[in-house]
Structure formats: C-alpha cells, structure tokens
C-alpha cells in the first residue's frame, strides 16, 4: 500500500515526515506506540488482513464510492469541469469510517477490549461508535462541550450505538481539548485500551496509519478518473482541518506532477483577525499531541484557541506529512472564511441537491475561486468529505441572525 518514491515514502523509522511528526509522548505509551506500529506494519503485509479490510470497505462501507460529474456546478462557475468524489455516501456519512474500519481490526488483532476516542464535529465518534458496536467492544468517546451543543444529531447517534459520550469542559470545549482528555485516559489505561485517533496526527505512526486506511480515496479517484475521462484529473481540492480526507485523496497522486493539490484551512473570521484554525498560513512549527507540526500559538509556544463555524476543523494544528508537504511546495495550501463557506455550502445544495458538510463547503468555496478562471478541459476533484445533516443547526441558526 506504501510505496518509496519521493513524496509517498511516508515517515522515517523515527516516525518523522522531515523535520514533522515524531513520537512525543509519556514514557508509559512508549511499548503500546511500538506493539501498535509493530502490528500495523505486519498487518498490512498480510493478505488475510487485507482481503478482511476490503470485505468491510466494499459490504459495510459501501466502497467504492461514487465519482460524480457536478454538471450544474460546472455550468454555473463556467470554467473548470467539476466532479465530486463522493465520500459522505459511505455508512455514517463521511470519509472517516474508512479509517475506524482499518483500526477497529488493527484493535482486535491486538487484543485490545476497550475502544476510546476523540471527536469535534462528530463524525469520527460515530464512525468510531459504529464500529465498537460492530465488533462488540465498548466505546467511549471525548467530545468538547461547545461541539456537543452543536453537533447534537451526531451525539444522539452515537448513544444510540452504545458509546459513552464524555463531556470535555476545559479550554474552549473544542477538538483540541477533547483530544487532551482522550491522551489521558489512554495513559492511565494502556493494557485494555486501544485509541482511535481520527486524523492524520497524533505519535507516530498514527500519521501515516490513517493515511493508509484513507488513502483508499484517491486509489479510487484515480482508477475511476481514468475510466471517465481516459487521464488523471489536473487539480484535487479537498478541505483540512487534521487533514485524512485530504491526505487520502492526495496520497496516490503525490508522484504526478501534474497534478495540483491543494488543501483548504479554515480561515474563521479572518487571518488576520486572530479568530481562524488556519495552521500553516497562521501558525508556527511546534509539539503538540504527540507530533510536531505547524500549531496556532502565542510568542510564549502556548497553544492559542482556533476558530472555525465548522466543528470538525476547529483544531489549532495540521497532520505532520502536510507541514512537510507545505515546505516541499508540493501542495498549495488556501484558507477559506466562514462567510466564504456558508455562501459555497448554499451554493451546492441549490445547484446540486446535496447538502455538504461545512468542512466540505470550505473545499467548495476555494473551487469557487478557481474554476472560473480554468480552461473548461481542466478536470477539479473535490473530495465531499461528509454530509451536512450534523451541520443543519448551525446553518439555520447563522441565516436566522442574518435575517
């Protein structure tokens, strides 16, 4: 699944994507990150786990999912040709089953009898919950206060599947602070407990893990791109907040260099107003969970709070393979408002009948910028990330206050 090429040799055997990522945690995790790594690396070299993996991707999942032609959007914008790849059709609504699926059986392997996990906009602790409740194993799931209040669809559904949902009051009641109380719990149970972290950071080899059970995206863009179009596409957007949707796009199209990559931050209010969740165009490299990347900070290397209408890239950090791949210039990194994405999140469901995350509008909203000054043979993939349902709240609350 991992080749040695250039840009997709993954991190070293310090866990390092350059000067990025690494294995900052306490003494106590030091054996259970090497038994995971261990495991991980055997397991991808077996065909039984592999061919077990796909069985679950293809009848639990729904794998592959659809590459769809936006032919409105298209027409609308006037430039560019415009398809979607369409991972908020897989069970639970979004991409990040795809990993939960690969660790949930990585967990079993390992014995492990007690699944934890963090979440911000909720879509992690459901696929999470989805999966513990599937194999039988008890889950309990860290959720920011203030993302349990807007995200209240995603916690009922997660209750529903059995998990426990704890409430994370400290900071500002977000991911980041989830993901604290998360770390911690896994310290003080390291026997029984396996930790499914959702995105593409964390102590190595949590990176390049997700991004491996991700990266089953864009081995299918690329496969379906070919059977569509007879080529590769000539752009792939997709939002970041940790950044696996966007890393498992990118992945199997890292050595093309024809291919454009670009990733969307959350800009918030502003870059320069101090209210955003945009790492690398605001923030500075420094440790934090376990990785070192670009972190949204003060002068003092505290971590300052992120900002963002969407709950899932309300994070004051970035996966370290895309620090690196930001300094490698191999990937164009924009940021994106929450005016910006509310206008594309309408603009889609109008034009397309789909209702997109407000992760997944961000992407929408830099396709906005681009696509109209494109030639119209140029072919954008935008990953759809996930569904919006989780998001209605939000966005009827913001266009009542508009009103």
Known sequence: MQNTSTFT???????????FGGRFVAESLMPLILDLEEAFNTALAEPNFLAELDRFQAEFVGR???????????ELYGGAKIYFKREELNHTGAHKINNCIGQVLLAKRMGKTRIIAETGAGMHGVATATVAARFGLPCVVYMGATDIDRQRDNVS??????????????GTGTLKDAMNEALRDWVTNVDNTFYMIGTVAGP?????????FQAVIGREARVQMQAREGRLPDSLIACIGGGSNAMGLF???????????????????GLDSGKHAASLKGGIAGVL???RTYLLQDTDGQITDAHSVSAGL????????HAWLHEQGRVDYAAVTDTEALEAFHVCCRQEGIIP??????????????APHLPKDHIMVVCLSGRGDKDMPTVLRLMEEKA
């Open 289 to 291: 969970h376990g990785n």
């Open 204 to 212: 190595h080899p949590y990176p390049t893990m997700v991004r491996e």
């Open 357 to 370: 995350a407000l992760e997944t509008a961000h992407a929408l909203a830099e396709v906005a910028k681009r």
């Open 314 to 321: 309300d994070y004051p950090g970035i996966g370290p393979e």
């Open 251 to 269: 992945h199997a199209f890292l050595d093309d260099p024809s291919v454009q990559l670009i990733g969307v931050e959350a800009a918030g209010e």
């Open 64 to 74: 592959p999912s659809p590459l769809y032609y936006a032919e409105r959007l298209t």
């Open 9 to 19: 040799r993954g991190a070293d055997a310090q866990g390092q994507f350059g000067s």
């Open 157 to 170: 559904r997660m209750r529903l599947m059995g998990a426990e949902i704890i409430p994370v009051t400290s």
